[in-house]
């Protein structure tokens, strides 16, 4: 009799889940995708329903230890998954057992990576279009977290740095607030300001400017939001590196120009798995709701040695390579070249973003406001010469050739950081500077 109810049970559940999985063609996606009716659903629901009668909402229920195989109670939507930091972020969400749902609008093969990050079932996609609200309310209709991680370096066709910037993140935190989620992390920009600084370019960074307007606009939806702000970022696949690497940042191949050789600019770049663990223990810290984080590298560095020493690592020295850094001030040429690249359909896209607005704001000093760190989220940045070296493995111009002895091996520069009284010094010979009040400075 028991192997009969068992039989029957499977057999009920099966002719269930046969209707709701019933396909029919649909416009979004690659080809086709199955849609599934809610007359199905709600079929489906109610045979299972009335072969297991009281059974609890599993989903609402943390369970299992607190790993991968587990779920944590948290269902979060991670819009920019793709990204270096979304990726990060999936991991690590999926570690501690927690489901994600993670809205795409390219083809498969930028997101199926992903589909490991979590255990069987708890890693759902959904295509999305940052215009479209009715496909963001339902990339976010079953969760409590929502994080943005969209983001892009220059403008396109598509979208200005206001859309992406403000209008974004504003529809994103309006639509959480409205579906009842419980948090929202957005990502800014450590030099984030009303009227960021400027080197050479009118009123400043565009980009900048619109990070500060997307925070308010955030704040003013979603109270209790979470804001980062990182400084540049480096890891596998990222828009750091690749950068300066990149044909159109150098100049006749190996020179890179640098506003004032890169001497009198200090930067303090981040590892990029430090900002996916700050933003996964920021969900279960109650005093991150409505705050700001600065997130930024252990150690500050002169860009001048820091890129020295990246070079190096990369085999790109001047003996070998003829490396070398120029004024950006006295290169009128590489600034008509990029200008060029932002004119052309696709030069942006395929030599690296090299853009005059990017080039401002890459030259300006990672500026501390003295608000809260990662460290109050319990995240101590791992000391970036580790990574770096690893990072830079790709990008080596003698990939293929290994050293047999010491003496065989490039010589690498010392990458020492700057000091306080240093930095200080920078800034008052900045402040004094008579050329800045004509714009030659």
């Known amino acids: 009799m028991a192997t009969c109810s068992v039989s029957k049970t499977v057999q009920t559940l099966g002719q269930s889940f046969h209707k709701l999985a019933t396909p029919t063609l649909g416009s ?21 329903s009335t072969d297991f009668k009281g059974a609890a909402r599993l989903a609402s229920l943390k369970k299992g230890p607190g790993f991968r195989s587990s779920f944590s109670g948290t269902v979060a939507t991670v819009f920019g998954a793709t990204g270096l930091v979304g990726r990060t972020v999936c991991n690590r969400l999926g570690k501690i057992g927690s489901q ?22 708890q890693v759902l996609f959904t295509p999305y279009y940052l215009k479209d609200e009715e496909s963001i309310r339902k990339a976010i209709k079953h969760s409590n977290v929502v994080i943005n991680l969209v983001g892009r370096q220059w ?17 994103l935190a309006r639509i959480a607030r409205e579906m009842g989620v419980k948090r929202f992390i957005h990502i800014s920009d450590i030099n984030a300001r009303e009227n960021p600084k400027s080197l050479f370019l009118p009123g400043g960074s565009k980009y900048l400017r619109t990070k500060w307007l997307g925070e308010q606009r955030v704040l003013e939806e979603f109270p209790d939001a979470t804001i980062f702000r990182p400084t540049e970022m480096f890891g596998p696949g990222d828009s750091y590196l690749s950068y300066y690497f990149s044909l159109g940042r150098l100049q006749y191949r190996v020179n890179l120009p640098l506003w004032k050789k890169g001497e009198e600019t200090v930067k303090a770049p981040l590892y990029y798995s430090d900002l996916g663990q700050a933003i996964v223990n920021s969900i279960s810290n109650p005093s991150a709701k409505g705050n700001i984080y600065e997130a930024y590298g252990p150690e500050r560095f002169l860009l001048s040695e820091l890129m020295d020493y990246t070079f190096a690592l990369a085999e790109r020295d001047y003996q070998e390579f003829g490396y070398k850094r120029v004024d950006l ?15 052309l359909p696709l030069g942006v896209k395929y030599f690296g973003g090299n853009t005059l607005e990017r080039l401002d704001r890459s030259c300006l000093s990672d500026e501390v406001l003295g608000l809260d760190n990662l460290e109050d989220l319990g995240v101590n940045p791992v000391n970036i010469r580790v990574p770096l070296k690893y990072e830079c493995d790709v990008y080596r111009y003698f990939a293929h050739y290994v050293p047999e002895t010491i003496a065989d091996e490039l010589p690498i520069p010392p990458l020492e950081p700057i000091s306080t009284i240093e930095e200080r010094k920078l800034q008052m010979k900045d402040e004094v500077n008579p050329l800045k009040l004509l714009g030659l400075a």
Do not use: W
Not at 329 to 343: D, Q
């Open 28 to 48: 979004s996606g690659p080809g086709f995708t199955a849609q599934f009716s809610s007359t199905s659903v709600d079929s489906a629901a109610k045979d299972v």
């Open 155 to 171: 403008e396109t066709r598509n979208f200005s740095f206001h859309e992406v910037n403000v209008e974004g993140p504003a529809r």
């Open 329 to 343: 001030r006295f290169r009128p040429l590489f600034l008509a070249k990029a200008k060029m690249m932002e004119m």
């Open 100 to 121: 994600m749902v993670i809205p795409y609008h390219k083809d498969h093969y930028s997101f199926m990576r992903l589909k490991v990050c979590g255990d069987l079932g």
